[in-house]
C-alpha cells in the first residue's frame, strides 16, 4: 500500500510537525528529523511563525552536526541566531551556540567559534542557570582545547565541574568528563611531541580515568552519539597504553553506533583509530585497505550530507589524522611513495593548522587586551593596541606589562591566588648576533617568541621584556608548576632545529623563577632577575627559583 504519512502531515498543525521532528532527535534518525525541519522551516518562515521557525532552525543545525555537515551547520544556525536573539536569553539559544561553537572551531574558524562561545556563556549567565552556565564553560574550553591550548581549557572545565559537583546530571556529567578526556589526549600527545615521556604518561592515566568514569554516565543517558563517543575516547586510551584486546571491541561497538546512524566525523575518526589498531596487531595491508576506502568515501558524497568534503576541506583534526595514519600505514609496507606524499600532506595541514591556531592565539591576546584598556579608561582608553606589542616578536611589551601585570597583582592578593614570573635569558644572543648576523639573530627571537607561545597557556601574559630577554606572567599558577613549564620550554628550544637557520647555531635558556608575594611589579621582577643570575652562573641552560 502506498506511504500517505507525509501527504497527511501536510495538513497537521505546526505543533505536530515539530513534535515529530523532537522525537526524531531522541531517537536520533538524524535523516528523518533532518528532513522534517527543513520542511517546517519553510512552512513556519511562509505563515509567519516566528518561534517554529527559530526551532525548526535549531533543529536543522543539531541533525547537521550529528551528520557531520559543519559548513551546512554554521549556514543553517546564523538565519536561527538572528530568529532566536530578539526572543531573548533561552535555554535553546545557549545550546544552539554551543553547537556553532563546536562546529566552528573544528573547521579551524576560531574567531567565530570564541565568538559563538562567550555569548552562550554570557547568556547563560543572565539565564542564572548554574548547569547552562557549566556546559558553556565547558564550550568555551573546548574552543582552546581545538587553539592548541589545552591548559586553559583544562581550567575552564574544571571550574564548570567545580559549579556543579554532586548535584550534576548524567548529561552534564558526560559533557564534563568527556571534554576533559579529550583535553587530556590532545595533551599527551604534545609532551609525547615534545619528548617528556613520564609526564606524557601521566597524562595518559588521567585520559583513561576520565573514560572510564565517564562511561557509565553515557549509558545512564542513553544518547546514542554520548555512547557512541564516551566509547570511542575509552577505545583510544587503551590503545594509546597497549591494550589492544581491551581497546577492540570499544572501539567496534562505537563503530557500529555510528554507522547506524550517521554520526559521520565520529566514523571516520573511529576508521582512523582502528586502522592504528590494525597497525598495533601487525596488520599494516588491512589497516592500508581500510583506509584506502576511507579517502575513496570522503572523495564523493556522503549519504546526508549536502556537502561532502573534499579531503582538502576536512577538518583539521580529521584531515591530519588520516594522512598521518596513512603515512604509517604505507611506510610499514615500505610503499615509499604514498608514504612521502602523506607525510608531505600531513605536514601541510599541520603547518596551516598551527598558523590558524596562532592567529586566534594572537587575536584572542589583542581582543582581550582591547578590553581591559577600554575598561581601565583615562588615558589608556584612546591608545592604539599595538603600542603594546613588539613589532618584531608580536607579544607584548613593557607597556602592556605596566597595564596588565598592576592589575593582575591585585587580584592575587585580594584573592589570595599564586602568581608566578618568569624571566627568559636568551643565552648569547649577542655573540649569535656577530657570528651568524643580526638577521638571524632576529630570526632567533622569532622562533623563540613562538616557542613561548606553544608552551604557555593563553591566561598567561608572554612579552619581550628587553633585547634579548622575555617574561612571563603565570596567573593562578604556583612556582612548583612554572617550574615545570619552563623546564618544558627549555627542553623545547635546546631541542629546536636552529641549524636551519644557520650552520653551527645553537640556542639554549637560562629562566629565573619567583612568585608573589611580594605583590608589587619592581620588588618582583628583581628577584626573577637574581634567580636568572644564578642560572647562568651555575652554567645556563637551566631554570632556576628565586
Not at 180 to 207: F, I, M, N, S, W
Not at 335 to 353: F, K, N, S, T, Y
Not at 406 to 412: I, V
Not at 520 to 525: E, H, N, Y
Request: aromatic content about 6%; overall charge negative.
Amino acid at each position: 500500500m502506498p506511504d500517505h504519512s507525509h501527504e497527511l502531515l501536510d495538513h497537521a498543525p505546526l505543533s505536530e510537525w515539530l513534535e515529530r521532528a523532537r522525537l526524531a532527535q531522541r531517537e536520533s534518525h538524524l535523516q528523518e528529523g533532518l528532513s522534517l525541519a527543513d520542511r517546517i522551516w519553510a512552512r513556519a518562515d511562509a505563515e509567519g511563525f516566528v518561534s517554529e521557525q527559530a526551532e525548526a532552525g535549531k533543529l536543522r543545525s543539531y541533525f547537521l552536526l550529528r551528520l557531520g555537515d559543519l559548513a551546512g551547520m554554521l549556514a543553517a544556525g546564523q538565519p536561527a541566531l538572528q530568529l532566536l536573539r530578539p526572543l531573548g536569553p533561552s535555554t535553546s539559544l545557549c545550546e544552539l551556540l554551543r553547537w556553532m561553537s563546536l562546529a566552528a572551531c573544528e573547521l579551524g574558524d576560531y574567531e567565530q567559534g570564541l565568538a559563538c562561545a562567550h555569548e552562550g556563556l554570557q547568556q547563560a549567565i543572565e539565564l542564572g542557570d548554574a548547569r547552562l552556565r557549566a556546559v558553556a564553560l565547558n564550550g568555551l574550553g573546548a574552543c582552546f582545547e581545538r587553539m592548541g591550548d589545552p591548559w586553559q581549557a583544562e581550567r575552564l572545565m574544571g571550574e564548570a565541574a567545580g559549579m556543579l559537583r554532586e548535584s550534576a546530571t548524567p548529561y552534564e556529567r558526560v559533557v564534563t568528563l568527556t571534554n576533559l578526556c579529550t583535553v587530556a589526549l590532545g595533551a599527551y600527545h604534545l609532551q609525547q611531541e615534545g619528548a617528556r615521556p613520564e609526564q606524557a604518561r601521566k597524562t595518559l592515566e588521567r585520559a583513561l580515568e576520565l573514560a572510564r568514569q565517564a562511561r557509565p554516565f553515557s549509558l545512564q543517558l542513553g544518547d546514542p552519539y554520548a555512547i557512541a563517543l564516551t566509547a570511542s575516547n575509552f577505545g583510544e586510551v587503551l590503545l594509546l597504553m597497549g591494550r589492544l584486546d581491551e581497546a577492540e571491541p570499544l572501539l567496534q561497538e562505537a563503530l557500529n553506533h555510528c554507522t547506524q546512524v550517521g554520526f559521520h566525523l565520529l566514523e571516520w575518526r573511529l576508521r582512523c583509530t582502528l586502522a592504528q589498531l590494525a597497525l598495533a596487531h601487525g596488520q599494516a595491508q588491512s589497516a592500508w585497505e581500510g583506509l584506502q576506502a576511507l579517502m575513496a568515501l570522503l572523495s564523493r558524497p556522503a549519504a546526508g550530507v549536502s556537502c561532502p568534503p573534499a579531503l582538502d576541506h576536512l577538518p583539521p583534526f580529521i584531515h591530519l589524522r588520516l594522512h598521518q595514519t596513512c603515512y604509517s600505514a604505507a611506510k610499514a609496507l615500505g610503499l615509499l611513495e604514498p608514504a612521502l606524499w602523506h607525510l608531505e600532506r600531513a605536514r601541510a595541514v599541520e603547518r596551516r593548522r598551527s598558523m590558524q591556531q596562532l592567529m586566534a592565539q594572537s587575536q584572542y591576546f589583542v581582543s582581550r587586551l582591547e578590553a581591559e584598556i577600554h575598561v581601565d579608561g583615562g588615558a589608556c582608553a584612546d591608545r592604539d593596541p599595538a603600542t603594546f606589542r613588539d613589532p618584531l616578536t608580536g607579544l607584548g611589551n613593557r607597556r602592556c606589562l605596566e597595564t596588565r601585570l598592576p592589575p593582575l597583582l591585585r587580584n592575587a592578593e585580594q584573592e589570595d591566588r599564586p602568581l608566578t614570573v618568569a624571566l627568559i635569558d636568551a643565552d648569547g644572543l649577542e655573540l649569535i648576533n656577530e657570528r651568524h648576523g643580526r638577521d638571524v639573530g632576529d630570526r632567533v627571537l622569532q622562533e623563540l617568541a613562538q616557542l613561548l607561545r606553544e608552551n604557555t597557556r593563553t591566561s598567561d601574559l608572554a612579552l619581550r621584556w628587553s633585547g634579548e630577554e622575555f617574561l612571563i606572567v603565570f596567573p593562578d599558577t604556583i612556582a612548583d608548576r612554572g617550574f615545570e613549564v619552563c623546564e618544558r620550554i627549555r627542553a623545547s628550544v635546546s631541542v629546536h632545529p636552529w641549524q636551519r637557520l644557520s650552520p653551527g647555531l645553537d640556542v639554549t635558556l637560562s629562566m629565573g623563577l619567583a612568585s608573589a608575594p611580594p605583590y608589587a611589579t619592581d620588588q618582583l621582577i628583581a628577584r626573577a632577575t637574581q634567580a636568572v643570575q644564578r642560572a647562568k652562573h651555575l652554567g645556563r641552560n637551566r631554570v632556576a627559583l628565586a
